[in-house]
């Protein structure tokens, strides 16, 4: 009988515990449904905050090559810092040591789901073109060169303008009528370069002289240095770069040389930013001037377009001294004087105004040679 009832009483006892549950079991799953609810809210304002990301893949010059990749580098730090993001959080870079590091760097990039990569450079071009037909879903761009695809935009320059510009006033500088070029490769991009400052110098003085030699690299100081070195050993007294990295060493050779004696008028002319501090020896500096490129205005401006939802995706941006993406530096004042600087602005606005049609290549600069 004593079994009987207690098995009766447990029996109650569980029968109140199911219905105990079965309440508390509908509270804890109103709760849990709020705590995910909440989650979401908080993951969608957190992906709102960083809805778009960008990266870069730099060219052998590498970031830190003070000119082209660093100025590239500058504009998506300033995007990042506009956007309250940070470097691995919002934007980064993947460096490339040779051509051969280009694709990888590209896909691990895509792999990282970033919204717009960045090739800079022209040596880009090839893979960044298969990048955009494999990765459809991914936005690129690249400087310096044209990518067909419409999630990709073309950024490019005129650098000839801005050449032309450094042209006129190494012209006006120099003591020995004997300038020179060092250009990064021999291509269609880096001639562009090459045909403006001969231009410019030629239209002030067609007796000039420049001396035109290739490194064929943006990444070797040396090869740079040593071209530096014969150039200026044959009289000549302003030599201007295009080749990067490749630079560097055209500055150092001019720096050695005016270590060795202050009263030597020579000079380097910059590229793609002002390479003033670069030129810096001593209380002299040897930095005449510098055609800037502004790839980092270039940059930052594309990015904001994305982040706008007004990607320009399958054209081509073209930045010029009109669009306030080239220009020519006048950081030494003690150089860069009053008169050059006159000077300069004044075929400035003979190239805005259409007097002037500055050549873009060998061929084009023969005929306006001709017609000095």
Known sequence: MKNRKFILLFALLFSLGLVLAACGGGSDEEETTDSTNSGDD???????SAEYSIAMVTDQGGVDDKSFNQSAWEGMQAWGEEHGLSRGNGFDYAQSGSQADFMPNITRLVRDEYSLIFG??????EDLQKAAEQFPDTKFALVDAIVEAPNAVSVTFKEHEGSFLAGVAAASKTTTDKLGFVGGIDSPLINKFEAGFIAGAKSMNPAIEVDVQYAETFDDPSKGKLIASNMYSNDIDIIFHASGGTGNGVFNQAKDIKQNDPEREIWVIGVDRDQHEDGEIN??????????????????????????DQFPGGEILEFGIEEEGIAIAETNTEAMTEEIVNTVNEWQEKILNGEVEVPQTREELETFESSL
């Open 42 to 48: 908080a993951a969608t304002e957190e992906e709102g």
């Open 120 to 125: 800079t450079g022209f040596l880009l071009q």
């Open 283 to 308: 209380d002299q500096n040897v930095t005449l001037t510098s055609m800037i490129k502004r790839v980092d205005v270039a940059v930052q401006e594309v990015a904001n377009m994305l982040t706008n």
